[in-house]
């Protein structure tokens, strides 16, 4: 009976005991406090006296979001050249890549071997130059030499060539072929100005022949020539011709927003696709412009 008695008692008998565990108890709690303290204030906290107030963390406290994830480009950097992959994807797929206005498809041994028979200088001569319906450089003229024969060579390289891409000059090499070309420069005659076209005189070769549109800025009749000229001159691509009412009648129902859209941003047709641009790097305004252009001509 005293055993069972014994079972049921606190392990506190004297009162001495309750205080120790009553001290004890609290010690824990005051612990945990702390802890959490600790834990909760363990970054440094901004105000007068902190980093939070020096230029560079108010710089970078107002700097714009949109800056966030960009690299801005140093404009007197030398240029890096791209590889012909990378050429291709951005340029030449609009029409290598589907063979619209007549381009050799990338993988086509078939249509690609007549072209590789010709060598591949040639090759990167009308990819250049231009030929027929294809425009210099694909259309981007900010593409330098080396990068339209590497893509090139990328492209015929699909088709079983065995080209190899052209290595960027050496800076020296650079040089000295910039030296005698400044050295020439001051002796060049200037050229002869360009004669106003009167009515009646036959267009400037390799400019479509457009008629003179009132209230259309010269800037989207030069870029039409030099661009848009390639697909809309001869309506190819599935590109709406250039004075086709018919073709350009739907279109135009669309809205001016909407054909400008699909100018600057590109479009994926039935019949064709529109690079973004029509793969130039003209400004947003004379691609607009050019637009006005092609629109007014077809009504």
Known sequence: MSDAQHEHHSFIRTPKQLVIAVAGFFLVIVIGIILLVIFATNKPLGGAGSESQSAQAIAARVRPVA???????????????????????????????????????????????????????????????????????????????????????????????????????????ANAAAQPAAAASPAAAPAPATPAATPGAPPTAGALATPAIAGNSEAGKTLFNQTCAACHGAGIAGAPKFGDKAAWAPRIAQGASTLYEHALKGFQGKAGMMPPKGGSTAPDADVKAAVDYMVAAAK
């Open 67 to 173: 800056e966030e994830g960009f690299a801005f480009k140093d404009v007197n950097a030398p240029k890096v050249l791209q590889s012909g992959q990378a050429v291709y994807n951005a340029v030449c797929v609009a029409c290598h890549g589907t063979g619209a206005a007549g381009a050799p498809k990338v993988g086509d041994a078939g249509a690609w071997a007549a072209r590789i028979a010709q060598g591949y200088d040639t090759l990167v001569q009308h990819a250049v130059q231009g030929i027929r319906a294809m425009p210099p450089k694909g259309g981007n003229a900010d593409l330098d030499n080396i990068e339209v024969a590497r893509a090139v060579a990328y492209m015929a390289n699909q088709a079983g060539a065995k080209f190899k891409e052209p290595e960027a000059p050496a800076p020296a090499q």
